[in-house]
């Protein structure tokens, strides 16, 4: 099934239904109005009964009429804006398999039917810019909605109808600065006809009314210095929570480098519960770091794959062909793409078991109603620094371990637990970055660096033994020699990993927050 997106930045508002259009030309920036064009829109949406779609503030629709006649989806972008994507009309009764998976989760398996039912008379204007290109549409829309039987928590009753107008930006690639300034322009001409920006969030959300469920996160109270210590931490797993989500649907459509931006948030999830423990009582922060841990794992095999093979290519392309003997680079190909076919099997099962929907809502069931504890409560300032101020003494001994340590394998472990360590603390700092500002964020930074060095080193590590293995098989063959010439380099790139880290890793070892603003 063919689809198409484009990011939606658009303007609404409010306007009587007598009000006459307001002078489009007048616009900053509007050189030519284009010809009007009618047409009767009507738009089924589609929700889940407990509204998961609309919680997160996404609208999914069936829309006859109009140029875009389809199916369209609207996903909340960081920005502000919304990401649409669109597929052919299809079925009237049926979602298309790709915006299903789109929004997977979020519904969790649970069934996608109509909502509401809106009908809008559109007249729509094309407004020209000075060198001819379209920057922007004007839309006047009479709109009519109606809820059907069975949805929950509201009674069917007459249609409500409403005005309303809208500036939507032209997909063209403009910064951000100029689609602001131009919608800024657009206010001052409107405005003058009475009609005022609307407070109003979508059509769907006037049409629903009090049944509009409460966003995810609404009413969290601001992270302060002196507030409790709880608020600066949910804030920051809530953001990365909605970034698991978003990643999801990567994931599903197989796109370049997601199952290690997923596993990176499970990870970065489970250590600031890990780092903030005594914030929360213990049985749910436990219960949540279990499943985290091994959703993890699941997707670390296709990760650790995909890095192994990308290292292996690096080194062998480095060689010269004289040290290249045997079929190294067709054994190498074959042998990872039957270890990331399996484990992107593996990813695929998960994403789509109970097991993983069970941990997606006890994670919002933890951010909705915390189980905070007597520690949670106590002032932000101090409490986070102290528990980051743990998190770097750790590296700071986790350091001394290393260095101590014997030149082998035992090394090598003792600098991937330093960067374990290193993780932790950039995690924990940035998860107190809202009420220690900048010093928390240099923190994250500095620990940020030795976990990157010392990443290189542990990947490193897993291509040595990988290699060795290679090398002692039975069928090894002329091979076995280019595994030790690449064994080789790779003991030397460890080696020199561990220089760097040496030279660049005691900025992060040093620093610490304030407990108190003096």
């Known amino acids: 099934m063919a689809t198409s997106s484009h990011v939606e930045t658009e303007q609404k508002f409010d306007v009587d239904a007598a009000t006459p259009l307001p002078a489009l030309g007048r616009i900053d920036g509007v050189e030519r109005v284009g010809d009007p064009a009618i047409h009767t829109l009507e738009a089924i949406y589609f929700d889940t009964r407990d509204m998961a779609l609309a919680r997160r503030r ?70 020209y810019g000075a060198d001819g290109h379209r920057v922007a549409d004007f839309v006047d829309d009479h709109v009519r909605a109606g809820v059907p039987n069975g949805v929950p928590d509201h009674q069917p009753g007459p249609k409500i109808s409403w005005r309303e107008w809208e500036v939507e930006l032209a997909a063209d690639g403009s ?57 600066p931490v949910l804030h920051y797993l809530e953001a990365q929570v909605a970034q698991l989500l978003t990643q999801d649907v990567d994931v599903r459509q197989g796109r370049d480098d997601s199952v290690h931006q997923m596993r990176s948030l499970t990870r970065r999830i489970r250590s600031v519960l890990q780092t903030y423990n ?43 062909g004289e040290l290249l003997l045997g079929p190294v680079r067709d054994e190498l190909d074959e042998r990872m793409a039957v ?21 997606l809502d006890d994670l919002d069931a933890f951010l909705d ?3 905070v504890a007597p520690k949670g409560t106590t002032p932000a300032r101090k409490t986070t620094a102290a528990r ?24 090598d472990k003792a600098f991937h637990n330093v960067r374990k360590a290193a993780k932790k603390l950039r995690f924990a700092a940035a998860a107190a ?34 290699l060795l293995a290679l090398g002692k098989a039975s ?17 030397r790139a460890a080696d020199a990993a561990q220089q760097d880290y040496l030279r660049r890793g005691k900025k992060a070892r040093k620093l610490r927050l304030k407990k108190s603003s003096g």
């Open 58 to 127: 996404i609208t999914l629709r069936r829309r006859t009429g109009g140029p875009d006649a389809g199916w369209h989806l609207k996903l909340p972008l960081p920005s502000g804006d919304r990401r649409e994507v669109h597929a052919p009309l299809g079925r009237a009764d049926a979602v298309p398999e790709e915006l299903a998976q789109r929004v997977l989760a979020y519904t969790r398996g649970k069934e996608l039917a109509p909502i509401a039912t809106l009908t809008t008379e559109r007249t729509s204007y094309a407004l």
């Open 339 to 359: 270890r990331t076919g399996t484990a992107m099997a593996g990813i695929r099962a998960r994403l789509d078991s109970h097991r993983y929907f069970k941990l």
């Open 278 to 320: 005594k914030l929360f009582l213990p049985s749910p922060v436990s219960d949540l770091e279990a499943e985290l841990k091994s959703l993890a794992k699941v997707l670390g095999r296709f990760r650790d794959a995909e890095v192994l093979h990308a290292r292996f290519h690096r080194d062998i392309d480095a060689l010269p």
């Open 433 to 466: 970055e809202s009420v220690h500002g900048k010093r928390a964020a240099k923190m994250a930074k500095a620990a940020h660096a030795i976990q990157s060095i010392l990443g290189q080193h542990q990947d490193s590590a897993m291509l040595r033994a990988e």
């Open 369 to 371: 109603t915390p189980p």
């Open 175 to 231: 910064g951000k600065k100029a689609a602001q300034a131009f919608l800024d322009a657009v206010t001052g001409p409107l405005a003058e006809t009475g009609a005022i920006p609307s407070a109003r969030t979508s059509k769907l959300a006037t049409t629903l009314g009090q049944s509009w469920p409460r966003p995810q996160g609404a009413g969290r109270e601001v992270p302060s210095t002196a507030g409790p210590a709880v608020v």
């Open 475 to 491: 069928d090894a063959g002329p091979s076995a020699f280019t595994y030790g010439v690449l064994h080789g380099v790779e003991r």
């Open 388 to 411: 980051v101020n743990k998190a770097a003494k750790r590296l700071a001994k986790r350091h001394r371990a290393a260095v101590g340590a014997a030149v082998g394998p035992e090394r």
